[in-house]
């Protein structure tokens, strides 16, 4: 979490411009920012309380400056404060450094820096780091003392610093994201290509353990052995216009529509390729399905997919717990990782765990070049372009999409299962109209009171309607829980009550005679029953039509909730782009 960027260049404004950058990164944290900007002897430091987003230009202005650098905050050590937010600095703010991460070992480096007389300001953790840059700065050049401190550290970081005076920005790398830009005599170093994209598409990943140094170029280091470290300028072919929001009010609500193309190019992939992995998932000693939140419950949807397609069973792990089943592991066994973001701390934590073991790892993520991405030994892009919104929506359908594809490619029916992803996208597209929309809002208007509502699904809609809680919590801060409907009856039922909302999730086949039996349960509690199918049934109050589309049914009966999720969000004044306590890579354990 949190975003951070800094720019080095001739352009004069170098403070506004690292602010316009951290905007495009907001959505990795948003409850402070901050940022530091060279005045010669010393450095202006600015920070304030809340989203970047409310900065306006008119009243703050900045002296002029060609380097700087910033961050948006998300909070791990200490409290929402301006003392907490960075830029932190070392106590005559000639150094400033910004911080995304964890020190895991900063008590100790704090007791250390406190014995010498350091005083510290704030309660993170990442203060350190300016401090002990100070200190090997009494010894050293300002370039070499960052590199001693870099070694120092301990966790998972990516750390920007700069000295007041000194033409270099320094940016490490242990963990957590870091990307160069390369402009016209200028350059960018950002979490996330967004903070530059619309001055480069020249771009040069930092891997772990690597720190760059920005001055008349770029200068890259291994950490830990200072040796000089080769790399390339890759271009990639993002564009600028699938990062904003063009007409609509939200980005959520853009990348909800977005899905009439992105399940298209989700499995516009190498036949051969799709092939090949199959054959990995099939000679595997067993296959791991690893994700966190949204991710996590596209691996459960996968589970039963794989299982009704393929007749072949898959593990599913959240990846938090997965360290504590690495003895499962062989070297023959196969980690498939699912991560939009492909920086998610606790799936690369998995993917350690299973390198670790010498398993192979194959990542199933949006963001290309992210580290699972190139940690992975076989990666499939799902090409939603950038996913802005904290909730996940676009990425989700997509990856359900791409696993749907391998299952079929398991069991020799790629074709096949091409055909039906290529007809529920037209479904889809038929969909996402605005009549559909308003029936949606309709509904966020009757309930938007309530405060608490349940959502229950069996097979793989269960694994749907524990996605569908985590859209309406996240979201509309509604108290919502998914449940299978088989397991109401054994406890959950005792919360229905008179008007309770309850989403019903509801696909053709083996399961829709006892998923409705668990809504009519519910209903005879005085529970209000929501029906997504794809045909009305007596027992609905409120029906929400979906197109029936056969084991793809998880990827058409998430959409309608997505929307309803946004609508009640809109509709109670949250920001459903920014929801609080949240943010969009959590790049901490
Ligand atoms: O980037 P990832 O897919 O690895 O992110 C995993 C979760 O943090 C993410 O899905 C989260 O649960 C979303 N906010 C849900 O909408």
């Not at 690495?326 to 070297?331: C, N, P």
């Not at 939009?340 to 920086?343: F, K, L, M, P, R």
């Given at each position: 979490m949190c975003g951070i960027f800094a720019y080095l260049g001739p352009r004069k404004n170098a403070a506004e411009f690292v602010i316009h950058g951290l905007t495009k990164l907001e959505y990795r944290g948003y409850d402070s920012w901050g940022v530091a900007y060279d005045e010669g002897i010393k450095l202006g430091i600015y920070r304030q309380i809340?989203?970047?987003?409310?900065?306006?230009p008119v009243k703050t202005k900045f002296p002029e400056s060609t380097m700087a650098l910033g961050h948006s905050r998300w909070a791990t050590h200490g409290g929402v404060t301006v003392a907490n937010a960075h830029p932190h600095t070392n106590s005559d703010s000639t150094i400033a450094i910004v911080h995304n991460g964890i020190i895991e070992n900063f008590d100790e480096l704090k007791k250390e820096l406190v014995d010498k007389g350091y005083v510290f300001k704030s309660q993170t953790d990442s203060e350190v780091i300016a401090h002990l840059i100070n200190e090997y700065c009494k010894t050293m050049d300002f370039e070499k003392a960052a590199k001693e401190a870099m070694k120092r550290f301990e966790g998972r970081y990516a750390v920007l610093a700069m000295k007041a005076g000194e033409r270099k920005i320094i940016a490490a790398r242990r963990g957590s994201p870091l990307i160069v830009g390369i402009g016209n005599n200028e350059y960018f170093v950002a979490s996330d290509i967004p903070a530059f994209l619309e001055y480069t598409r020249k771009v040069m990943y930092l891997d772990d353990n690597q720190l760059v140094v920005l001055n008349n170029g770029t200068h890259f280091f291994d950490i830990t052995t200072g040796k000089p470290v080769e790399k390339r300028v890759v271009e990639i072919n993002w564009k600028t216009e699938s990062a904003e929001k063009g007409n609509f009010a939200h980005f959520m609500i853009k990348e909800i529509m977005e899905q009439k193309d992105t399940i298209y190019r989700a499995i516009n992939q190498e036949d051969s390729e799709i092939e090949k992995i199959a054959e990995e998932i099939k000679k595997a000693y067993g296959t791991f399905l690893i994700g966190c939140g949204t991710a996590g419950k596209v691996c459960l949807a996968a589970e039963y997919i794989f299982a009704k397609v393929a007749k072949r069973h898959v593990n599913v792990v959240v990846g938090s717990e997965f360290p504590s089943h690495?003895?499962?592991?062989?070297?023959k066994s196969l980690v498939i990782a699912v991560s939009?973001?492909?920086?998610t701390a606790d799936t690369l934590e998995a993917i350690e765990v299973a390198k670790k073991k010498k398993s192979k790892v194959l990542s199933i993520v949006n963001v290309e070049g992210s580290t699972m991405d190139r940690e992975s030994d076989y990666s499939l892009h799902i090409?939603?372009?950038?996913?802005?919104?904290?909730?996940?929506t676009k990425a989700t359908t997509s990856q359900i999409a791409i696993l749907t594809l391998l299952a079929y490619a398991c069991d020799g029916r790629l074709q096949e299962g091409k055909t039906l992803l290529i007809d529920t996208a037209g479904k889809i597209n038929d969909m996402l109209n605005p009549r559909y929309e308003e029936h949606i809002h309709a509904l966020a208007e009757k309930i938007q009171h309530h405060e608490s509502m349940y959502v229950i699904g069996k097979a793989v809609n269960y694994a749907i309607a524990l996605e569908a809680a985590i859209k309406l919590q996240e979201v509309s801060y509604i108290h919502a829980e998914g449940f299978a409907g088989g397991e109401l009856k054994h406890g959950p039922i005792a919360l229905i009550s008179e008007g309770t909302p309850c989403i019903v999730l509801v696909s053709n086949g083996d399961t829709r005679t006892d998923i409705l039996n668990n809504a009519r349960e519910v209903k005879a509690r005085g529970g209000f029953i929501i029906g997504v199918a794809p045909q009305n049934e007596e027992v609905f109050d409120y029906w929400i039509k979906v197109p029936d589309v056969g084991i793809a049914s998880p990827i058409v009966n998430i959409i309608p909730i997505q929307l309803l999720a946004y609508h009640l969000a809109v509709l109670r004044q949250n920001n459903p782009d920014m929801p609080r306590n949240l943010a969009k890579s959590v790049t901490v354990k």
């Open positions: 809340g989203k970047i987003s409310d900065y306006d690495q003895d499962f592991l062989k070297e939009q973001s492909g920086e090409k939603a372009g950038p996913e802005k919104a904290v909730a996940s």
